[in-house]
């Protein structure tokens, strides 16, 4: 009897079948990057956020602003650099927020995000409460500013500013649609 030198036809088939099926189930996972990017600079932003608005109360502090409420004059404003930053309560105002306001105190510079400032008694899906500002990834679809918790189905980061002298802000993330 011979001894057979390698493989036969039918096996070389089937392995590359399984190699065929192996890569087109594992291809989606790292072409689909896009929601992962959006995660990841939502997560960076909410960083941002929290740091900056620390910076700003530690200004606040020692200017002796700390305890008042936002006014929209020199009474409740620090300077970052050559920027003006009205505070409530020391920390950044959520309702005077514009990218150049946000950029001096966060440290946020994508031009690849959306803000909105809040302007309702009662978030909307489409626009946030009074007293927040909100990032998402320009040009997502699946922004719905009611969702809550980082599973909810949103994309979008949620600046919610000081309530009082006492409490600092909250920065939340919703990446679950991103």
């Known amino acids: 009897m011979k001894q057979q030198d390698g493989f036969t036809f039918i096996e070389f088939i089937i392995v590359m079948t399984i190699l065929g099926v192996a ?31 620390q910076l700003v109360y530690a200004k606040s502090v020692v200017a002796g602003e700390q305890k008042n409420p936002s006014t929209f004059n020199s009474s409740s404003q620090i300077t970052l650099g050559k920027n003006p930053i009205e505070t409530d309560f020391g920390y950044p105002d959520a309702e005077a927020a514009t990218f150049t306001s946000v950029k001096s105190w966060g440290n946020i510079h994508s031009t690849q995000l959306t803000l ?53 802000p909250i920065v939340t993330v919703v990446t679950g649609s991103c």
Request: proline share 6%; aromatic share 8%.
């Open 23 to 53: 890569a087109v189930s594992a291809t989606p996972k790292f072409i689909d990057t896009k929601s992962d990017v959006h995660a990841a600079t939502l997560k960076g932003v909410q960083a941002a956020l929290k740091v900056g608005s």
């Open 116 to 168: 909105i400032a809040g302007t309702l008694s009662n978030p909307q899906k489409e626009t946030p409460a009074s007293g927040t500002v909100a990032f998402f990834p320009t040009g997502n679809a699946h922004v719905d500013f009611t969702a809550t918790g980082e599973s909810g189905l949103s994309c979008h980061a949620l600046y919610t500013e000081a309530a009082n002298e006492y409490t600092p």
